[in-house]
């Protein structure tokens, strides 16, 4: 089958790729209400946070399929398809691991142990600006497409993706300050609830990791 070069040329070899990073971070912001409901002890506004974050991540899922189902076979790109499948997969994670946090918060009700609410606020800030810097590296998404990943856009995306680097590994300096408060306080909390809170903090870091993760494939597409 012939396919008119118009065609290819008018269409977006990485169709909604931008508008499923848009989707998930509006889910993605979710977690940090989520959290301080929790802080304020305000179980009530917990549950209903997390049935918003649980339809936004549907929504993002509906964005997903779309971006797989649009997607050309041949992409006429210096990038592998898989590449960028993988791309959509670990942008799509960031929202899957959002809705599991909310989850989690309503399986049993937990109090945030003495010593670990300013800094489990700060790491999620953390975390935050980790998704953001996430979603400023696919904004550079077309003006790579636009160079062929090459130029003056690849070294600007590079840029983007030491800065996702580094905001990720201050993440990770905060998760361990939260596990310490957390192990702190373990007189004071059922070993059920300690269970509970270490996955809780694992969660919320994962949706740091699968956001480096989207610099990694990034840093993969320019490397080429």
């Known amino acids: 089958m012939r396919i ?8 977006s070899p990485l169709p909604r790729v931008g ?3 848009t989707s998930v971070r509006t889910c993605a912001d979710k977690v940090p209400e989520l959290v301080r409901a929790l802080n304020a002890g305000d179980q009530a506004l917990v549950e209903r946070l997390a049935k918003e974050t649980s339809i936004l991540e549907g ?9 797989r189902a649009e997607m050309p076979v041949r992409l006429f790109l210096p990038v592998d398809r898989r590449d960028v499948l993988r791309l959509v997969s670990e942008i799509d994670a ?3 691991c959002a809705e599991d946090v909310g989850v989690l918060l309503t399986l049993r009700p937990l109090i945030v142990p003495t010593g670990m609410g300013e800094v489990l606020e700060e790491f999620v800030d953390q975390v935050m600006h980790t998704v953001g810097a996430a ?3 696919v904004g550079t998404l077309d003006r790579l ?3 062929s990943f090459g130029g003056a856009a690849s ?4 840029a983007f993706v030491d800065e996702l680097g580094r905001r990720e590994h201050e993440a990770d300096k905060l998760q361990d300050q939260c596990a310490k408060a957390l192990f702190r306080a373990e007189d004071e909390l059922p070993p ?9 903090l694992n969660k919320i870091g994962d949706m740091a990791n699968h956001a480096e993760n989207v610099g990694d494939q990034f840093r993969l597409f320019v490397a080429r």
């Open 4 to 11: 008119p070069l118009a065609n290819l040329l008018s269409k």
């Open 19 to 21: 508008e499923l990073m």
């Open 59 to 67: 929504a993002a899922d509906e964005v997903k399929n779309l971006a």
């Open 94 to 96: 960031v929202a899957d």
């Open 135 to 137: 979603e400023d590296l």
């Open 145 to 147: 497409v636009k160079a």
């Open 155 to 158: 070294d600007e995306a590079l």
């Open 192 to 200: 059920v609830a300690i269970f509970m809170w270490t996955k809780v």
